[in-house]
């Protein structure tokens, strides 16, 4: 098996105690990799290493252009390697192929439009009245820490690391404990693209009272961007309101999906079953609450349920699987666990299940009252509750009668619906007609439960960055 092992000051090393862990592939059920498995020692090398490249380094220092070029560069290698990087994720964590394939070509955008995105939104000029002049300049914030969950292993990584780099910080990226290998891919393309040490670090291993808390405690970090589950997000918000130090939470959700009788019946259920069982459902922009108004309530079901039974579930390595196994024993295990509920809380299971192995079956749940666990809490997993609707108001509340807000998704040919509807609803994405469609300029996160703050574009900036103002009398 191939070892990988962290990256640090453009190096790859093995733990500072030898330590070692296995990535288990969910298909076979069996390791696949060998990888360092790092602890608070590593984490603060890592952030030493960040420090170092940032303090005296030439990269916050090398302007926009160079980094520009260098990162460009890097997107160039990663679709170079594609298929090692789509291969390593879909080994890590079971997502089919094809979309690991989109996901790598999706990670490799990230890095081109950060690096164009910095490069022209450097600063603003503000003339005054009064003849001074005053403009702003966006500087680095410093050492960042990106930690990353396991469902979009590279995409999610990228996103942070992408505007933190294009911006001037130095990075120290911890991938989760299930999904280690692309980060390590990642991170030794960067040292081929000629990224100077200790500039993107990669330090592997666990979350609590290990790598992850410390890359949230060490005070020579400045900034903080974590995905992952809310409660995680509260502990790692606790840790950096205690030093002060900004944080963005990106967090759980369980996505309202509203169709209305006057939508594109094809067109919904196409994308319906994409927001539930892409990616076996182990999205946190999942639309597991589904909505139907009454009057196509029957049709659409009917159609939702065969697309679902219709889809192609198998060995991710295969080009034509759309659906494959859960990421981690450990994941099947809690995904078992609302399944095991659903009736006992009066639910009905119109199809789906458990399958093979780490499998759980695209799954319809239909008649579930409306606190029953499978309608509250995010599952995570390849299982949507659909509930008939009468009026438009009545889907709004719906829809809103959750402590998450991260996203919603509706369907109707109505233009004015859909502005009305998009305006109401309580989220910090909505999609109308579609659904994971994004544009890296427009602003990413979740309303209570879902995080705080938000990503993207000028709101990455924000983040990222230490904005000044200087105002001269002219
Ligand atoms: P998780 O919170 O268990 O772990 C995420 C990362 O945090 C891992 O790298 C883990 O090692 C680390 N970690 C755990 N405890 C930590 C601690 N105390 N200090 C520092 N680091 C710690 O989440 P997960 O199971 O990997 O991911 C699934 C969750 O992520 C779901 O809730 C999903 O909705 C959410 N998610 C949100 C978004 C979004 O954009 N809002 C995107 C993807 C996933």
Redesign the pocket.
């Known amino acids: 098996m191939e070892f990988y092992g962290h990256i640090i000051d453009g190096v790859e090393v093995e733990s500072l105690d030898g330590a070692r862990m296995d990535s288990i592939d969910p298909y076979t059920r069996e390791p696949w990799a060998t990888v360092a498995l790092g602890g608070r020692a590593d984490a603060a090398r890592a952030v030493a290493a960040a420090r170092k490249a940032f303090d005296e380094g030439p990269w916050p220092r090398m302007g926009y252009e160079k980094r520009q070029t260098l990162m460009h560069r890097l997107a160039d290698l990663m679709l170079e390697n594609a298929e090692a990087l789509a291969l390593a994720d879909t080994r890590d964590m079971g997502k089919p192929i094809a979309q690991a394939r989109h996901d790598v070509a999706r990670s490799a955008w990230n890095f081109r439009f950060f690096a164009d995105h910095a490069r022209l939104t450097a600063g603003e000029n503000y003339p005054m009245d009064s003849g001074h002049h005053a403009y702003s300049r966006f500087g680095p914030a410093g050492v960042v820490s990106a930690?990353?969950?396991?469902?979009?292993p590279l995409m999610?990584e990228t996103w942070k690391v992408a505007p933190a780099l294009a911006w001037g910080n130095t990075v120290v990226l911890?991938?989760?404990?299930?999904t280690p290998v692309s980060a390590v891919i990642l991170g030794r393309l960067a040292i081929e693209a000629g990224f100077p040490p200790g500039v993107l670090n990669v330090v592997q291993?666990?979350?609590?009272?290990?790598?992850?808390?410390e890359?949230?405690e060490n005070v020579d970090v400045d900034r903080i961007t974590?995905?992952?589950?809310?409660?995680?997000?509260r502990?790692?918000g606790g840790?950096a309101a205690k030093r002060l130090c900004p944080v963005s939470l990106?967090?759980?959700?369980k996505g309202a999906n509203i169709v209305f009788a006057d939508a594109d019946l094809d067109n919904a259920v196409d994308w319906s079953v994409q927001a539930i069982f892409r990616n076996a459902g182990?999205?946190?922009?999942a639309g597991s609450r589904l909505y139907v108004q009454r009057e196509v309530y029957d049709e659409f079901l009917e159609r939702f349920v065969a697309a679902a039974e219709a889809m192609q579930i198998g060995d991710p390595q295969d080009d034509a699987t759309q659906f494959g196994p859960l990421a981690s024993e450990e994941?099947w295990t809690k995904v078992s666990g609302y399944l095991g509920g659903i009736e006992a809380d009066g639910g009905k299971v119109l199809t789906g299940g458990h399958g093979e192995g780490w499998f759980v079956r695209p799954t319809i749940v239909v008649d579930a009252p409306a606190d029953a666990r499978v309608c509250t809490e995010?599952i995570?997993g390849p299982v949507v509750v659909v509930h008939p609707f009468d009026t438009e108001a009545e889907a709004v509340r719906l829809a809103n009668d959750t402590r998450y807000g991260?996203n919603a998704m509706l369907f109707t040919e109505n233009l004015s619906r859909a502005h009305r509807v998009s305006e109401a609803l309580k989220a910090g994405t909505v999609w109308v007609n579609c659904f994971f469609i994004r544009d890296l300029r427009a602003p990413?996160?979740?309303v209570g439960d879902?995080?705080v703050g938000r990503e993207g574009g000028a709101f990455s900036r924000e983040f990222f960055t230490e904005p000044k103002a200087v105002v001269m009398q002219i």
């Open positions: 930690i990353a969950p396991w469902n979009f999610l911890k991938p989760a404990e299930d291993g666990y979350g609590p009272d290990s790598a992850g808390a890359l949230t974590f995905t992952g589950e809310s409660g995680t997000g502990i790692i840790v990106e967090l759980g959700g182990q999205v946190c922009l994941h995010e995570f991260l990413f996160g979740g879902s995080g």
